[in-house]
């Protein structure tokens, strides 16, 4: 597909946005961006990973951002420009000429406390709920029918999406949460014993720090005693479980429909892919990554890799996978 | 349980319902339909699977639609109605006769942009949010609290039920769509290297066809440079997760709890069960069946059929699993 | 963490909560509860695992409610609160102290049915949608933009939290149900055949039986012809997907991400862990325990215990585990 600008944006204005300040040799006017197959006179697509060098057209029409180390991939006729982080500097282009336009309003719509203290440049969505005591900061957005309920405290820059609950959390700065997700609720806190259930109040709450991203339909629960807290730059996909009193450190990526019990504390830069669980009450180290479906059910090691259910050292895993594809093929 | 009718039936109008335009020869009425135990004077039930033989009472008194051949499993008293596709027509039964009532009304309370095009006889929920430009066709009906935000176009006859959040899509006729599911929200879509994480702006949109139907709080993001794309007839269940760029082909059936990771490609008529999950950038052949639980890593050939995390062809998957019960049994 | 009441309390007052009227020997107030490890002067914590003994600080200030039994385990210096159930005291001591002060208001932003009977002191949130002929019995509270469609009955003292969608539903009394959860959409019913798919529609409801609670973002769907029945006490997580005709009898616990299908009937207290999958149209015997990320395909009789995906008996299955490693290790 391509995506053209709204603007007219000339090369030197692209060159400029990722800080590359030599004069543009070419003052023709860029268009827009593509994929690699889409590209085409006047777009800019960005080689990111070589694997995907046969996408590329022979016409040789367009701008090819890459690698310096991959310039012999790109064929010939193509413009070229030439940086280390490719992909992150794409990001930027992406970010800067498609930004969204952004109204600074409050709906008339919306149910807001008297108490509450709204930031400048603020929008406030229709029939968004604000409770008592809620603080949000300056160039946040609260998109439509999101409630935030009582003493909530939302950072700068937050981007709230849609139908989002939030209560009892405390909220950085430039943090997203998209459509439906569900923060600071109670957790599965009850003890059952002969006598029947019996609800254990959650006290706690959920403390989101700065750049943390939040998937879709996503749910965190408050912390019962202690906080549950998600750390700097981590990001969340849609419909995942964060059980009360779990931490996760800084730059966790945790994938979608993962699910952490309670009082789990995940070391900075884990990695869970897809529809991982992880048992309560454990300790992951720093910089793990775990296996998509994994079941992980022990304390992990720094720098561990696993995989299976329940989990083990990836190579492990895969060489009893390979064993048992073995035994029945003989 | 029973469920009756709400005006006065004849077995005659049954039958017209169905195409069945011999006379009928009884003229009783007919009262309601219910489940095989629960048949009774005046009632239809359905006998679409001969395992459930067992659950007809012994009274004979009712009616029972099967096919032609499983004529000999029903006991004598019965009134029949013999037909090739019993379960077929028994939902078209239902469909007709216990269709909602269906007020096509705009309420007041909902917040509707004056550039948005609104078809004849649609109904829009208390509190919804309409957002510029979107266009909504003839007969649709859009639950209370739902918000479409601005230039999504919903087709005819589609059926949106309440909380849920659109955007960024294209929407065909007669969609379902079940309350709180998440449409068109930016996808997992970031660079992470040395300098922290970087969000990649997300341009795509979601597409769906006609006649798809969409779970109740289930995810299904926008496209990155390419959209994200549900084909005709795809039944989609509740709490499913489908990244940015996925391709679902015609009459697919992805039942509750699945992940679909980004930019993977399901062919016509594929059926992952519960709780699958597909990594990213595979393809899966027309026709695939993907047992529950499942993990496909891999690209998988038209009409495979594999079980297991990591999948394998089913009967190996099985095999293995016979034999690791044996070595352990004995 | 440290939790402090509101009003001033007396360590007789904490007493008299958990019906125990021996006269105090000391009048110093108590401030409020702790963790274990944040214990101080004028604090209660509890140990209800001996476990925990290691987080007790040393210097024995506050106040440590335990069993009889682990008396010993106390270090010298506390204070003691000696009782065979701990933990459910404690709760008790919660409950009764963090009470939430319920304000019993009906918004008068919230769109109400003049047919809908609504009991006393109930609440009601801004843009609720309260449909024709509900019923709300006394002392519920219905969270801001929840959507009760039109005939569903409440019973007495619920608490129903945000942005919930109930719908064809028979509540009891002291029910909760979380943020986003969907409670009564039609389930995934529809039959395949050659000539494409059809609906079939769905008309049972959803009975949910007194003192259940149900978790954020997870959906229940009606039943088609039966009704799906959530029994008295169960307890749900987040993210849980119950399907048509579902039946879970009395004191059931469901961890975050189960999914069960079509009509399987779980026996009282079975107890299904995070992420379990079981197939439709089961009967799982009463006191059965399952561990988390299982498959269960067949029937279990009574108070089994199982584990993996085809799940076996939770002996074999670890058998099974440990005799793979090994094979991989020599």
Redesign the interface.
């Known amino acids: ?1 391509k ?1 053209f600008f709204k603007n007219n944006v000339s090369l030197q204005d692209v060159l400029t946005t990722i800080n590359i300040h030599e004069e543009s040799t070419d003052h023709a006017p860029v268009l827009g ?3 690699l197959q889409d590209l085409d006179e006047g777009l800019i697509a960005c080689l990111h990973n070589h694997q995907y060098v046969d996408q590329i057209p022979a016409h040789g029409k367009g701008i090819i951002m890459t690698k310096p180390e991959w310039d012999h991939y790109v064929p010939s006729g193509y413009q070229k420009i030439l940086v280390d ?1 490719p ?2 500097l ?3 282009i ?2 800067h000429f ?1 930004k969204k336009d952004r109204h600074c309003s409050i ?1 008339p ?1 919306a ?1 807001i406390s008297p108490t509450a203290t709204i930031g400048k440049d603020v929008f406030i ?3 968004c ?1 604000i409770g008592d005591g809620v603080v949000i900061g300056d160039g946040s957005y609260i ?3 999101t ?1 935030v ?1 009582s003493h909530v405290i939302i950072g700068q820059r937050c981007h709230i ?3 989002v ?1 939030i209560q009892s959390a405390q909220i950085g700065s430039s943090v ?1 949460i ?3 997700a ?1 923060i600071g ?2 957790g ?1 806190g ?4 002969d ?7 959650q ?2 709450r959920v403390i989101i720090e700065d ?1 943390v ?1 939040i ?3 996503t ?1 965190i ?1 408050r ?1 019962s ?3 549950t807290i998600i750390g700097k ?1 981590t ?1 969340i ?3 995942v ?1 964060i ?1 009360h009193n779990v931490v996760l450190k800084d ?1 966790c ?1 945790i ?3 993962v ?1 952490i ?1 309670g009082s789990t504390e995940l070391g900075e830069g884990v990695v869970a892919a ?2 991982v ?1 992880i ?1 309560g009450h454990l300790k992951i180290g720093k910089g793990c990554q775990i296996a ?2 994994s ?1 992980v ?1 022990k304390n992990l090691p720094d720098f561990s890799v696993v995989g299976g ?2 989990s ?1 050292p990836a190579q ?1 895993w895969l ?3 390979a ?3 073995k ?3 003989a």
């Open positions: 597909m995506h961006v593509s994929t982080t992909y992150r794409f990001a930027s992406l970010s498609f709906s719509k149910s969505g229709d029939f709920v998109g439509h029918h409630v309920e999406e849609s139908h609950s997203t998209k459509n439906g569900r609720q109670g599965f009850f003890h059952m014993d006598k029947g259930p019996i609800d254990v109040p006290l706690g750049h991203m998937g879709a339909n749910t629960d912390g005693l202690e906080n730059g990001r996909d849609n419909l479980q059980a730059r990526i994938v979608a429909q699910g019990a897809g529809q669980g048992t998509a479906q079941g059910m259910s329940p083990l492990k060489k009893i996978n064993m048992l594809k035994m029945v093929s």
